[in-house]
């Protein structure tokens, strides 16, 4: 665990373009299987990309909807990745190394497998800050599209996305460009580890979801918010002093982005604290 910690602190102090998405699953994957064997699984990451590029060709210049369609065909058609409708609540669904193992998982895992290969190609593929179910899109010289990892890698177009949005956020719902820009990789990543953590917190496993919001902050240490969750479970756990500090450090990292409302819950959860130990 000191080594996965070690790189996932690594991958904190990384810009956003020097992070190798799927290598970073993989070590956030361990961190819930420490006798994983992740040489099995990056071996795997190069089949996927191999198989990729035999099937593009030269196909890497050709029009979106053509190099969308052999991607989906290699990754849901080859190798049977679609995302886990039956059992969507399995926790193994937001475990990369399980998802390459059972073949199936949430959008934002498939996703990340999508990316991964899309990368390795050259190929100009983002994730989306679509709420509710990751999708990702692919830009070409032509044009752009949007494919959804979860259903077999399908092109959606805005009237699929409108439907989408007003399953999660109701029948007035509008998209907006919000909805629709890329989302770096560091950000994908916490969308994964939220997954996880949310269905701690259901669970009312407060130590599970202690555990991830610790790794969350260690390759992403720039966000308040997570500073901001982890004092709120220490209190959870009785660790006042450490609920402490990370309120504090919460509202120094808060007031110095800008976040000034985060900043502000920060300082009525200390000062309710401290009002507690005194």
């Known amino acids: 665990m000191r080594d996965i910690e070690n790189e996932l602190r690594a991958a904190g102090e990384m810009s956003d373009a020097e992070l190798d998405i799927a290598q970073l699953a993989l070590a956030l994957s361990a961190c819930d299987r420490p006798d994983l064997s992740r040489d099995l699984y990056r071996?795997?990451?190069?089949?996927?990309?191999?198989?990729?590029?035999?099937?593009?060709?030269t196909s890497r210049a050709a029009p979106c909807q053509v190099a969308a369609g052999v991607l989906s065909g290699v990754m849901a058609g080859r190798f049977r990745y679609l995302g886990d409708a039956e059992t969507y609540d399995d926790p193994r669904n937001a475990n990369l190394a399980h998802v390459i193992d059972r073949r199936k998982g949430l959008p934002v895992t498939l996703g990340i497998l999508y990316l991964h290969v899309a990368s390795k190609l050259g190929l100009e593929m983002?994730?989306?800050?679509?709420?509710?179910?990751?999708?990702?899109?692919?830009?070409?010289?032509?044009?752009?599209?949007?494919?959804?990892p979860f259903n077999g890698g399908q092109t959606l177009t805005s009237a699929d996305l409108l439907a989408m949005l007003r399953g999660v956020e109701?029948?007035?719902?509008?998209?907006?460009?919000?909805?629709?820009?890329?989302?770096?990789?560091?950000?994908?990543?916490?969308?994964?580890?939220?997954?996880?953590l949310s269905r701690a917190i259901r669970a009312g496993d407060f130590a599970r979801a202690r555990d991830v919001v610790t790794r969350m902050?260690?390759?992403?240490?720039?966000?308040?918010?997570?500073?901001?969750?982890l004092g709120r479970l220490e209190v959870h756990a009785g660790h006042m002093g450490a609920a402490a500090d990370a309120f504090a450090t919460c509202i120094d990292l808060a007031t110095g982005l800008g976040e000034m409302r985060i900043a502000g819950m920060a300082e009525e959860a200390l000062r309710r604290l401290k009002t507690r130990l005194n």
Do not use: S, Y
């Open 43 to 57: 071996a795997h990451l190069n089949e996927l990309v191999e198989a990729a590029a035999a099937a593009l060709g």
């Open 126 to 148: 983002t994730g989306l800050n679509f709420p509710g179910h990751f999708v990702l899109r692919l830009r070409g010289p032509d044009e752009a599209v949007v494919l959804d």
């Open 170 to 196: 109701g029948p007035d719902a509008r998209l907006t460009p919000e909805n629709c820009e890329a989302v770096g990789t560091r950000d994908i990543l916490l969308r994964l580890e939220n997954n996880i």
């Open 217 to 229: 902050i260690w390759f992403a240490p720039g966000r308040a918010g997570l500073r901001f969750e």
